[in-house]
């Protein structure tokens, strides 16, 4: 029992100390060598599997990590470790939103805030559609039929997103 919650508490330290992604994998390292839960290799292997596994690494990483060490119950509380630092802080989030809703500042900050999501949204994109439809400033005509066929089909067609999705591999295998 023990164990289970250090493996909780040490990844609630790694999800309240880390910003996500690759700034986990020296924090859960330290935490597996420093409790002698695995070697350096097995972490390695761990991230590994983590990074080829869909979904969050330290999500991954303490799922994998926790079976390692103490089988089903050690990946529960390690997830719960993880997750427990976003829990808390979009809850807080949350109240204060609820709370301040009203206030005049708060109200300023989302008038300021909206164009400048609707702005990263817009930049995202340009930057893929760049990326993705043209190579060295040359025309993909391939990647644009496709993307003009799947938009045809979700938005006029009412397709499913997954429906949309598999055509298109297929189609992008065939025309590009």
């Known amino acids: 029992m023990l164990t289970i919650l250090q493996l ?6 790694i999800g309240f100390t880390s910003f996500g992604g690759l700034s986990m994998i020296p924090l859960i ?7 002698g839960w695995m070697s350096a290799s097995e972490v390695s ?3 590994a599997l983590a990074e080829m596994t869909p979904g969050p690494l330290g999500l991954n990483c303490a799922t994998f990590a926790g079976i390692r060490v103490t089988g089903l119950l050690g990946a529960l509380a390690a997830n719960f470790g993880i997750l427990t ?9 949350a109240l204060f939103f609820e709370r301040f809703k009203q206030s ?3 109200k300023g900050i989302m008038i300021g805030v909206r164009p400048v999501c609707i702005g990263l949204i817009w930049a995202v994109i340009l930057n893929l559609g760049v990326s993705n439809y043209f190579a060295d400033w040359t025309p993909q005509w391939g990647s644009m039929l496709v993307a003009v066929v799947g938009a045809y089909l979700l ?4 397709w499913s997103v997954p429906a949309v999705i598999v055509l ?3 189609l992008g295998i065939l025309v590009c």
């Open 155 to 158: 938005i006029r067609r009412k």
């Open 104 to 106: 005049d500042i708060l």
């Open 29 to 35: 390292s330290s935490e597996m060598l420093s409790h």
């Open 168 to 170: 298109a591999a297929v």
């Open 45 to 47: 292997d761990i991230v």
């Open 8 to 13: 909780y508490w040490s990844f609630c330290k």
């Open 85 to 93: 630092p976003t829990f808390t802080i979009c809850a807080v989030a």
